[in-house]
């Protein structure tokens, strides 16, 4: 499974941002898939995922309520509404995904992941 990310860019503090991931070939109906974001001098942290069966989301506490996970079977695109950003959001943002169930914020539980877009708020 290849990920392209896309959608990022600079933002002033408090505005709003859209990542794009599309995925190819199409996993299939039984996977879940993430964002995860790597702040400079920090390791990745997921931040948000979400199961593909069931519509499940699990979200990092320091993004939730600000972020919105989405997917778009028909599309075969992931995205990753961010809103309120804050300069501390600011790193680059990978996607990934899993063919596994549930939701999962821990990195070692993916298989495949994007090349990451960067993010900054200032």
């Known amino acids: 499974v290849q990920l392209v990310e896309s959608g990022g860019g600079s933002v002033p503090f408090g505005g709003s941002l859209k990542l794009s991931c599309v995925a190819s070939?199409?996993?299939?109906?039984?996977?879940?898939m993430g964002w995860f974001r790597q702040a400079p001098r920090k390791q990745r942290e997921g931040i948000a995922a979400?199961?593909?069966?069931?519509?499940?989301?699990a979200y990092a506490d320091s993004v939730k309520g600000r972020f919105s996970i989405s997917l778009d079977n028909t599309k075969n695109t992931l995205y990753l509404d961010m809103n309120s950003l804050k300069p501390e959001d600011t790193g680059i943002y990978y996607c990934?995904?899993?063919?596994?169930?549930?939701?999962?914020?821990?990195?070692?539980?993916?298989?495949?992941w994007g090349q990451g877009t960067q993010v900054t708020v200032s």
């Open positions: 990934a995904a899993r063919l596994s169930t549930g939701c999962s914020l821990s990195e070692p539980d993916f298989e495949y």
């Open positions: 979400i199961y593909t069966v069931t519509g499940s989301t």
């Open positions: 070939p199409y996993p299939g109906s039984d996977y879940s």
